[in-house]
């Protein structure tokens, strides 16, 4: 072992577990968020909540579904607690998928009339509609023999 291996090792600090440097990065997240817009001073007042936010990348406001979708390296929680502070409007996660996620058949009791077209009451994280949105076994047996998929599956004839 040489001199300079020796200096090396007796003056190595290994580095802090708590440091900033070695802190883990947040993901990148979609986060939507319904809030009422009514006109061009809110979709701008919305907008400008969250514009400034650190780690925000992208911000679309769609005014017409009263939707904001903030991209970018942030919390959702302190995202939505942002924009409820700066704008002072009632604001909650977007509670809408679109139609295509959600297995079918649906019960009468999924639909929203509120829902924006094309787009259904989030069954996975509303517990009051996932019981009504799921169908029993007896239920898919009865809607599954008559299919137009498959014309001779019908069982009463």
Not at 10 to 32: I, N
Not at 39 to 46: A, M, P, T
Not at 82 to 93: E, I, L, P
Request: aromatic share 10%.
């Amino acid at each position: 072992m040489g001199f300079l291996d020796y200096i090396a090792d007796v003056c190595y600090v290994p580095p802090r577990s708590d440091s900033k440097k070695f802190k883990k990065r947040k993901q990148l997240q979609t986060v939507e968020i319904k809030i009422k817009m009514d006109c061009e001073g809110c979709v701008r007042r919305v907008r400008k909540s969250v514009e400034g936010m650190k780690g925000v990348t992208q911000v679309e406001v769609e005014p017409k579904q009263n939707k904001l979708t903030v991209i970018g390296y942030v919390d959702p929680g302190k995202v939505l607690r942002r924009v409820r502070h700066r704008t002072g409007k009632v604001c909650d996660f977007w509670p809408y998928v679109p139609y295509d996620i959600v297995d079918h058949p649906y019960a009468p009791g999924a639909y929203d009339k509120k829902a924006p077209p094309g787009y259904v009451r989030n069954v996975f994280q509303d517990p009051q509609t996932s019981a009504l949105a799921r169908a029993s076994s007896t239920e898919v047996k009865y809607t599954t023999a008559f299919s137009d998929d498959n014309p001779y599956a019908c069982t009463v004839m």
